[in-house]
Each structure stands twice: as C-alpha cells, then as structure tokens.
C-alpha cells in the first residue's frame, strides 16, 4: 500500500470510527429517554424491567460479538504481516548455505586445523573467516580433506588449547590464528609436532620459523607505492602517521623503502592516536608538517620589500601576496599519510587548509585507504595507495554475499586463499605436503588477492595493485603484476 493509499485509509477509517460512535450515543441516548405516556406515572412496570433488561443483555451481546470480529480481524491483520515479513526475510537468505562435509577418516584422510576466535569479542570476524574457509574447501571439492575447526576465543590461553587439541587430533597444518599474541602461544606447540602455520597476523615480528604470514602487511603496500612513485619521479618524501604499532610499521618500511631506492625523507611527524576530533594538538601537528609559520613568515618579509613603493606593477604584486597565507612550496613532493576513516577525513582538509596542497604534493597512503567513502573528500582525490587486484576483491565479496547473504570484510578472501593454498599442496605426493620446501616455492600461488609467495622469513610477497582516490570510486592506475620475476640470489 502506498503513502497516498495509507492516508486515505486513515482518513476514511477515522470517518467511520466517528461515524460509528456518534451512532452509539445517539442510540444510547434514545434508549435512556423513554417517551412517558400522559396521565402516567414514572414508576416502571415490573414489565417494563423486564424488557429494559433483555434490550441491555441484547446490546451486551452485541458489543461482545462485536468485539470478538474486531479482535479476529486484527489477529488476521498482524498474521498477514508477520507472514509478510517471513518471505522477505527468506528472500534475503543465501541461496546456499555452506557447512563442512563430514566424510569417514581413512589412511588418505588430510586433516587440517584452522584456529579462529568462533566466541568472544571477536567472533563476527572469527566467523566470516571461517565461511569463506569453506567456500574454499568446497570449490576445491577433494574428498581427502578434513577441516577441523577450533575456537581460540580470541585469547593466548584459547589458542594454546586449540593447539593441543588439534595436535592431538592428527592436524598436518595449521591455518590460523588471527592475532600476534595467539601465534606466539601455540608456537611451541606447532615447532614440536613439526606442523607449519598459515596466520593471518600482520605483525612480522611473528614470522618465520614456520610461521607463514598472510596477513596483508604494511611493508608490502609501502614499497609497492613508493617504488611506483620513484618511476613517476617523485624523490622527496614525508610521513605524517600516528603512534601506534601500526604506524610504526610503516615508518620503518618507509625508511627501508626510500634507502634501497635512493630517496630522501625530509620530514617524518608522529602524532597521539586518541586525539578528540578537532582537537587543537591535531591543528598543530598539521600546521608543523605544512612549516607554515616559516612560509608565512617568508610572504610577510616579502611584502615589506615594497613597502613605500607607488609603482603599478608594486601595488599588483602586493595586492597578490597579500591574497596569500604563506609563500614558496613544502620541502618534500609526497606526503604519506598511513590512516583511515574519520581521522584521515579529518587530516586532508586540515593540511590543505595550512597549505599543503594536493595540487602540488603527492598523497600517499596505505590499504586503509581502500574505502570509497574517501571519494568525498576533495583533498585525497588523486591519492594514491596500493591494494590487491580490485576486481578479483569484488569479486570474492560477490561470491560470499551470493552464498551467505552479506558482504564480509576484505580480510575474509585470506582464510580462502590460505585454505585454498592447503587443498592444492595437499594433492602433492609425499608425506611432506605442508613443509618449508613447499610453502616456499619460489613460483608463488594466486589467489583472490593476487599473486604471493613465501620467502624465507615467512612474510609474504605480493603482487599488488595501485589505486587511485577518484572523484566518484577507487580508480586503477597499475595493475597488479600476474606472476613474479624469478629471485636472484
């Protein structure tokens, strides 16, 4: 029913209502008003009692009838409703709703853990990894198989359980954990059952020793971008992040990045995470990094040069200068910024407002800036930052959404691509499917984020995209590469 069709409804209805009750007075008021005949006196017959109390019975039963239709009515109302917003809800359900196949263990049997937070705080995101988990189970369709799930809670303690557990259960591998802290509890407990580890940690300080990363880590998006920047010619650089691990990872890569490559970092700024929006602390930092008191120190000097000056072209370029907040250009050409959301939304404007201009200086960022709410911000447009193959990416949310109903984090195509990963080793002959030899094959694996492969040290190697803020979407500027260049030792 539309709005015009329920405000007629209610209109009419309210007419009715009314209508209905006027009558009701009315007609209690001619019941109650008894026409006495002349002559008469006003004391009713035990006849008239009579009929008085059969008339109220008769109105009593009627109003109860009444009131038993209304009430069927409504029940009839609200059972069509609720019935309505049944088949709705199963309209939004998946098409297919994905569970582990159970298939009896035999000697072939493949058993392989995966560790994830299934209870606690971070249960949604525990979950989602494990769906698409199966997804990839099922798309690899090898009977062989055995996905043997385990809840670390989000906890140390949790992980270290699910690690006995699943040792004890026969696991060859181990896919999982998600957090730094849960890699370091089961550590011990893999390395004496020689079992390996596909993590989705980014911390790198986890790495290695059979611990494999495929967390999408800072260091791969900053070299990827700056190594792309250094063809485009820029040389001079600068970092504004916050101070938090996270930022800290970035400034050593940048650091890294820029030393390998021969390129200079002229400014590097660091400010609290937990500054309050709009905080006056955040305005300096920005007006530091900018160096806008100097620059307007520069354009006042320069406007005293022509002082006392009457010529036309004198009272042109002081009428210019004076247009201006500061004079000359920032030491660096890019600025990298490694922040996201509402803080990063609130960083441009404010660097820009204190004439860090985008027109000029190259803004850089990382993959938390693949978020297409920053399209909206005019002073990242024409930002760059690197990021899986966007196509592929969509494509996996496609796909999970088709089969689960709604769209998971970015960080959910990992648990497919690392169990994947396992389906494809676990075809190999040999006992050692899952050792070092073969998690670091020097060719790679492709996966819904594009190529990778494992060094040595465990984090991975990616092949990724770079992208570009547009007016209206994230814009691809290079794709990401299809397989890698051999290493050269």
Known sequence: MNAGSKQKFSSAGKTTLFSAFAGLLLLGTLTSCQTIPVGQTETPTAQEKNNTEKEKLQKKAEADAKALAEKAEAQKLLN??????????????????????????????????????????????????LKAAYMALFDHNNKALRLMTYDT????????????????????????????????????????????????????????????????????????VMEYSYRQGLARFAVLAPSTPYGDAVVANVQQAAARLGLSIDKSLRYPADLPPGSEELQAIAK???????????????????????????????????????LGEVSFEALIIPEGGQRLRELAPLLSYYDVDPAKVQFIGTGLWADRALTTEPALVGGWFAAPDPAKSEQFLSRFKSLYGYVPPRIASLSYDATALIGLLALEEGEDKFGRLALENRDGFAGYNGVFRFPTNGIAERGLAVMQVGGQDLELIEEAPAAFDPLIN
């Not at 140390?156 to 359980?161: F, L, M, N, S, T």
């Not at 370091?184 to 596909?198: D, K, T, V």
């Open 80 to 129: 069509e409703q609720l019935q309505a917003e049944e088949e709705a809800r199963q309209q939004n359900q998946p098409a297919i709703s994905l569970k582990p196949p159970i298939f009896a263990d035999t000697e072939q049997t493949v058993k392989i853990a995966i560790m994830l937070p299934l209870t606690g705080q971070h249960a949604a995101i525990g979950n989602d990894l």
């Open 153 to 224: 809670k989000g906890t140390p303690e949790g992980a270290k359980e699910a690690a006995l557990l699943a040792t004890g259960e026969g696991a060859k591998v181990i896919v999982g954990p998600l957090f730094a802290s849960s890699v370091e509890a089961i550590r011990p407990i893999a390395a004496a059952n020689n079992i390996n580890m596909l993590a989705f940690s980014t911390n790198t300080a986890v790495a290695g020793d059979g611990v494999y990363l495929m967390g999408l880590t800072a260091g791969q998006q900053i070299d990827r």
């Open 288 to 326: 530091d990094i900018a160096d806008f008191d100097a620059r307007a120190w520069v354009l006042k000097q320069e406007i005293a040069k022509y002082k006392g000056k009457t010529d036309a072209a004198s009272k042109t370029e002081v009428k210019r200068l004076k247009k201006l907040d500061t």
